[in-house]
């Protein structure tokens, strides 16, 4: 019987990997036709200064809705542009319209800090510096309103090569964020040597911040060091008054959550911040 229990266990595990394999080629397939009709969107969640606050930055996140496969999320999509080398033009595409983006807003008067995520696989690519420098001529976006968002692991290996391009990026007046930050495999030690400016503490310690004491601990350490190291530090997943609240007391800089708004499509961005915040950083 255990025999017998065990073989089926087995087929059904086979056929479950079979399955997911499947759908995984699928995806990569509709991925590839989009990439090549540009079919993806960027949206815009607003990050808010706890002091002020107001609206002084936005994150693009990226959006795909697909006409089989219906809207698939990034968490989705995104490992499997890296596997299959799609990240690259997709992050290129993403860096263009973001900059774009920024560029077309500060020419209406609204000056705002743009988040871009940059995936490891751009990152570690050797023209990846030359890449964005072309994109800001090309867009004419000022680069000091960049801010581009890397994640601990990207640091881990061939840290000369990673220094030399956070180097060069900061050199041209792009601002760096660490994404995820407390999730990584990576040492504290990275900080101390690479020109980082901000923190963003992973929303998996902010959900449950109200509740759980250890998260308490860990998210008033963050703050702390960040602080204490000339960064700026923003929490993400933000969802609850009661968070804000305990965010403030701690002079966590800025907050994204949900309470506040989730992201949204570039045409509605300027309404919703005229609208939900006055004092948002409009310049004459
Ligand atoms: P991330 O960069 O950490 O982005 C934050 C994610 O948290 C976003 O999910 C956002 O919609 C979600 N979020 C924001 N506020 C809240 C909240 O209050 N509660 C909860 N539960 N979630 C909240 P999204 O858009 O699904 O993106 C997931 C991840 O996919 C991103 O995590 C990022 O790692 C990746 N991603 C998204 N867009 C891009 C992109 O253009 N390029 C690359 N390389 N990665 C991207
Ligand atoms: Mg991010
Ligand atoms: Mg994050
Ligand atoms: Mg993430």
Known sequence: HAKERGKNHYQVYET???TKRDERLRIEKRLRKATENQQFQLYYQP???????????????????????????PGVFIPIAEDSGLIFPIGDWVLEQACYQAKQ?????????????ISPKQFQRPDFVGKVKN????????????????????????????????????????QISIDDFGTGYSSLSYLRRFPIDTLKIDQSFIREVIENTNDQAIVTSIIQLAH?????????????????MFLNERNCDEMQGFLYSKALPADNVMDFVNEKEPTAVLHS
């Open 135 to 174: 994109i800001i001529e090309k867009t004419g976006v000022n680069p000091s309103l960049l801010d581009l968002e890397i994640t601990e692991n990207d640091l881990l290996y061939n840290r000369d090569e990673c220094f030399k391009t956070l180097k060069r990026l900061k050199d041209i007046g792009i």
């Open 16 to 18: 479950s990997l079979r």
């Open 47 to 73: 990050q808010v200064d706890l002091k002020e606050n107001k609206v002084v930055g936005f994150e693009a996140l990226l959006r795909w809705n697909d006409e089989k496969l219906g809207d698939v999320s």
């Open 228 to 244: 204490n190291m000339n960064m700026r530090v923003i929490a993400e997943g933000v969802e609850t008054a009661e968070m804000v």
């Open 105 to 117: 807003w500060y020419d209406k008067g609204f000056s705002t800090r743009m988040g871009i995520n």
